[in-house]
């Protein structure tokens, strides 16, 4: 069945420091992937997402590599912020439209 | 543009109860799918609703169903509540209905069953 693996489920980093999320899918029909950070008592906010037609997205400090042979793809944050401390869920889009599958979460810890 | 809104935020209901939950897309989206948030399971599709149809559903059992209106809100309810459905419900709005189609969370409803 439709499955998403994310490691790692916790990661502590110092400010400043990168930080990466990886993410496996099971449906090799999934071709869209979505990154959402999620903080305490608010819902998941989308921070980045790739297609895959795409091999590699940036947007300032965060990037998103897809390797659709592995089946596998990664969050990359670069020069950690405090503020950057959430939740993040990967997810992959089932070939029913409207679906999302997501991964179970890394809560992520950026030391001052 | 104003963003995905739910209400209530907060629901506290006792087992065997019911509750219906409210959800508002953004304005000019068409899709509304419906997922629930508990630590155990992590985040888990309920259901998809476009132009006043399901055309998704989760595997979650039928005390669980929803409906869309002509202006895309959407509502969902749960019957005959029980302990495990104390959870964060959280709807998610998109323009249409396509795989790739990018989803807008609201902020929740956090459902207490006692």
């Known amino acids: 069945g439709e499955n998403v693996e994310q490691h790692p489920s916790t990661l502590s980093v110092q400010e400043g420091d990168s930080a990466v999320i990886k993410c496996t899918y099971s449906?090799?029909?999934?071709?869209?992937f979505p990154w959402y950070k999620q903080e305490l008592g608010k819902g998941p906010q989308l921070i980045i997402d790739?297609?895959?037609?795409?091999g590699e997205k940036k947007d300032q400090r965060i990037a998103v590599t897809l390797n659709k042979t592995a089946k596998h793809f990664s969050l990359h944050i670069t020069e950690t912020q405090p503020e950057d401390s959430a939740v993040y869920f990967c997810?992959?889009?089932?070939?029913?439209?409207?679906?999302?599958?997501f991964g179970q979460g890394t809560e992520l810890s950026v030391k001052p | 543009k104003a963003g995905v809104t739910q209400t209530p935020r907060y629901l506290i209901k006792t087992r065997g109860q019911q509750v219906t939950l409210s959800c508002s897309p953004i304005?000019?989206?068409?899709?509304v799918s419906w997922y629930q948030q508990t630590p155990g399971q992590g985040l888990q599709f309920l259901f998809e609703?476009?132009?006043?149809?399901?055309?998704n559903k989760g595997n979650f059992p039928g005390r669980f169903s929803g409906r869309q209106f002509s202006n895309s809100r959407s509502e969902m309810n749960v019957s005959t509540l029980e302990l495990g459905d104390s959870a964060l419900y959280l709807c998610?709005?998109?323009?249409?209905?396509?795989?790739?189609?990018?989803?807008?969370f609201g902020p929740g409803t956090r459902l207490t069953v006692l």
């Open positions: 998610a709005s998109s323009f249409q209905r396509g795989a790739t189609d990018t989803q807008y």
């Open positions: 449906d090799s029909a999934s071709n869209y």
């Open positions: 790739i297609r895959s037609n795409v």
């Open positions: 997810a992959a889009s089932s070939v029913w439209g409207g679906k999302l599958i």
């Open positions: 304005s000019g989206h068409r899709s």
């Open positions: 609703y476009f132009s006043e149809t399901q055309r």
